[in-house]
């Protein structure tokens, strides 16, 4: 089944032409690296395909799961409900920094449960155990109550996900998520992201800087610059070489100094009980 197709999307900021005539399909359960230069594009097709970018009118459609987001420039009347099943997960965390963390990952609950439950933070004893589940998930069970603003960089990333994972969505767009990350943090919160595709079957976009993060945790990569796709295809296929003549002068931004190429396979994660089955 297909998770995301995108046709013919187009999107100018004034003068800029930040999206030119974009079309893909991400089949459920890929996971798929797009990767290209600074103000390539890559931000602002994530936020069309989950609705929160509205493409300028003409001939463009995205469908989720099989359902219109948008259609010819107009935000299709569901996508509310459709953006559920649409985890999100930027680099900036986007935590509420005085909250626990516990509390931050029971926020995924929100798209599901009365407005008025999750306004007043009355979240039930199973949910609350699925939120300590799904930080053990990510593997920092143990700052369930610290103040979100107390984690470090990595941490709230994974705390962020922990999020997503309790919203149950099918599909996670991760943009840039390891943009503002140490190596090694970087490469923890990417294998949490392949190993949630892989077990749970979620269907992974993830924006990156870096190819190097693409060939080794992503099958497939797509490749925009200048709001065009210039590759499409397994990950392994897109050399140095290659990067160099699509990119020119651009492509050091991309290619991670004396970084061995290499594809490893992700880590198993600790999948405690009781966690729920996101796919
Ligand atoms: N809201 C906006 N208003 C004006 N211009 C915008 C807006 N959003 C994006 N742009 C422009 O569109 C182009 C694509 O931006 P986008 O953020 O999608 O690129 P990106 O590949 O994600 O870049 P980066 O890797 O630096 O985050 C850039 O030239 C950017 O300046």
């Known amino acids: 089944m297909t998770a995301i197709s995108v046709r013919n999307l187009s999107k100018s900021f004034g003068k800029k032409r930040a999206l030119d005539d974009v079309s893909l399909e991400v089949q459920c ?3 798929v690296a797009l990767i290209g230069a600074s103000g390539s594009g890559k931000s602002t097709l994530i936020r069309h395909i989950c609705g929160l970018e509205i493409a300028q009118a003409g001939q463009s459609r995205i ?5 219109a987001i948008q ?5 299709a009347a569901k996508a509310r409900d459709m953006r ?5 997960v930027f680099q900036q965390f986007n935590l509420v920094g005085r909250m626990s963390v516990l509390s931050n990952v ?3 609950n929100l798209g599901r449960i009365p407005m008025w439950r999750g306004t007043l933070g009355l979240f039930t004893a199973e949910e609350k ?3 300590r589940e799904a930080l ?22 994974r705390a962020a996900i922990a999020r997503t994972l309790i919203q149950r969505s099918n599909i996670l767009l991760a943009d840039e998520p390891i943009a503002s990350l140490d190596p090694s943090s970087a490469r923890r919160v990417m294998e949490i992201l392949a190993a949630v595709n892989r077990d749970e079957k979620i269907t992974c976009v993830v924006s990156l800087h870096q190819v190097e993060y693409a060939r080794r945790y992503c099958a497939r990569t797509i490749a925009l610059r200048d709001g065009r796709i210039v590759f499409d295809g397994p990950s392994s296929e897109l050399t140095n070489q290659m990067l160099i003549e699509l990119y020119g002068d651009n492509s050091e931004e991309l290619i991670l100094p004396d970084a061995p190429v290499q594809t490893a396979k992700p880590k198993r994660m600790p999948k405690p009980g009781n966690v729920p089955a996101f796919a």
């Open 84 to 88: 559920r099943n649409i985890g999100v």
């Open 63 to 67: 469908e989720v799961l099989g359902g």
């Open 106 to 108: 029971l926020l995924g």
């Open 129 to 131: 155990k699925a939120a």
């Open 29 to 31: 359960g890929e996971m």
């Open 136 to 157: 053990a998930r990510v593997g920092i069970p143990e700052v369930a109550w610290q103040r979100a603003s107390t984690l470090s960089g990595g941490q709230q990333q």
């Open 71 to 75: 259609d010819g420039g107009r935000l």
